[in-house]
């Protein structure tokens, strides 16, 4: 099979590249960030693309969004997602639709060779294969009816900054967006949360404790 790998660590890359050539296959892209990703997924129609969640820029979602977008642009590439993090509000998009050539499985699990081209092999043959703690935190978020699942996974990431204690404006120029987008999305997650509107409140503040304490 014809093979795309999008990771930012150079040596996991120059890992599975010799994995998968060993084993009969072409990788016929190596990248380290989601736009490119993008591109060489544009240009060479592979039949899997192998995709990690965090990479550059802002290292939160980047490779997510991308196997969204690929997924949604080209149906006919499998993809597997292949990284370190469980990242529930993504994953749920992700697994939320379309499940055929679809998989998702934790680095430090995948410990076989074997196990890992055959989880490949049927991620391309159109089968879908999911890490188990993949679907034990997808099914614990949703038990826990977490009001958190209520936002989007770019609100999601608009959070997660507030609580590292950034100001708008350095969200803005991290997550590459205007600074009335990021306004846009603080006062989304404050009206989905629920958050009282009591003047003696910060309901910034309120949202940071919300994702704090889930």
């Keep these: ?15 599975l590249s010799r994995l998968l ?13 989601a736009a490119a990703l993008l591109d060489a997924a544009g240009a060479h129609r592979p039949d899997v693309a192998v995709v990690d969640v965090r990479m ?9 969004r991308a196997a969204l977008e690929i997924r949604e642009r080209l149906p006919d590439v499998a993809v597997l997602v292949l990284s370190q993090y469980v990242e529930t509000t993504y994953a749920a998009t992700l697994l939320g639709g379309r499940t055929e050539g679809l998989g998702y499985l934790l680095k430090d699990r995948v410990s076989e060779v074997a196990d890992f081209l055959d989880s490949l092999g049927r991620v391309h043959a159109g089968g879908t294969v999911v890490d188990p703690e993949v679907v034990r935190r997808l099914l614990a978020r949703t038990v826990r009816a977490d009001p958190l699942s209520r936002l989007s996974p770019r609100e999601t990431e608009v959070l997660r900054h507030l609580a590292q204690g950034y100001v708008n404006t350095a969200i803005a120029a991290r997550l590459h967006v205007s600074l009335s987008t990021v306004e846009k999305h603080i006062n989304a997650i404050t009206d989905k949360l629920d958050l009282p509107r009591d003047p003696g409140y910060s309901r910034r503040v309120l949202a940071i404790l919300r994702y704090l304490d889930a």
Aim: hydrophobic share 40%; net charge negative; aromatic share 0%.
């Design 1 to 15: 099979m014809r093979v795309i790998l999008a990771d930012d660590s150079v040596l996991l890359r120059e890992g």
């Design 21 to 33: 050539e060993d084993a009969g296959h072409e990788v016929v892209a190596s990248v380290g960030d």
């Design 56 to 64: 550059p820029p802002t290292h939160t979602g980047e490779g997510l």
